[in-house]
């Protein structure tokens, strides 16, 4: 069974963008879409996940609040949090390092993404 990675961006053409991109990591993954913060949180319920990529700017529950919520889920615990966001600006990578364990700017650069993707997943095997 493939691992699955949430997917948390309000944005389809990203999402799309995002998912294609998966097809071509190391290790074959299953996707789990979630358009809002609180698809994100239903998902996250009934879903173990292997990582979580998280976008800051969602049009109901901002990322931050979500990551720190799905955080305290009993079987998310020890799951890797990456943002992906535009909003990478000077100062913004250390507060992320607060939340999450990695991060990835907008617009998203393939051979970054896959590269990032990969080493999470062979971290966590």
Do not use: C
Not at 52 to 60: A, E, G, N
Not at 70 to 85: E, S
Request: glycine fraction near 4%; aromatic fraction near 6%.
């Amino acid at each position: 069974m493939s691992p699955k990675i949430l997917i948390v961006e309000d944005h389809l053409h990203n999402m799309r963008l995002m998912v294609q991109l998966l097809e071509d990591l190391e290790e074959s993954v299953e996707p789990i879409k979630a358009f809002s913060g609180e698809e994100a949180l239903m998902a996250a319920r009934v879903e173990s996940v292997r990582l979580v990529l998280m976008d800051i700017s969602l049009p109901d529950i901002d990322g931050l609040q979500i990551t720190k919520e799905l955080r305290t889920y009993p079987h998310l615990t020890d799951t890797p949090f990456i943002a992906v966001t535009a909003h990478a600006m000077r100062g913004d990578e250390e507060a992320f390092r607060g939340v999450f364990d990695d991060f990835i700017s907008k617009p998203i650069d393939a051979d970054e993404f896959l590269n990032k993707l990969n080493d999470w997943l062979v971290k966590t095997r």
